[in-house]
Nanobody, 119 residues
Framework: QVQVVESGGGLVQPGGTLRLSCVAS????????MGWYRQAPGKERELVTL???????RYADSVKGRFSISRDSAKNTVYLQMSSLNTEDTAVYYC?????????????WGQGTQVTVSS
């Protein structure tokens, strides 16, 4: 079992920056990837960005050039640095991790952190 906890959400003005953190913890796990998803009111949850165990990254087109994912593997932590935020980025941001310690992918989600972009 893997516990996933996000932090760092809040209210920010358009054009501002914000950094989210996600920590994965548990008794024994092997993470294949860690990533961020978001869900705006009335919309489906969508991928924002992810990083694989090998360091490969993937970004949604809407955040390329503005958001950056980084990780601290020793701490099982991933960060989402967001800049040039706009109102379209308002959403609940969820961290998702994929654990492969049992040989098959187990997906775990955090509880989410609210990001509101507003003047």
């Amino acid at each position: 079992q893997v516990q996933v906890v996000e932090s760092g959400g809040g209210l920010v003005q358009p054009g501002g920056t914000l950094r989210l953190s996600c920590v994965a913890s548990g008794s024994r796990f092997r993470l294949a990837s860690m990533g961020w998803y978001r869900q705006a009111p009335g919309k489906e949850r969508e991928l924002v960005t992810l990083v694989t165990r090998d360091g490969l990254t993937r970004y949604a087109d809407s955040v390329k050039g503005r958001f950056s994912i980084s990780r601290d593997s020793a701490k099982n932590t991933v960060y989402l640095q967001m800049s040039s935020l706009n109102t379209e980025d308002t959403a609940v941001y969820y961290c998702r991790v994929i654990d492969v310690s049992r040989g098959t992918p187990d997906v775990y989600w955090g509880q989410g952190t609210q990001v509101t972009v507003s003047s």
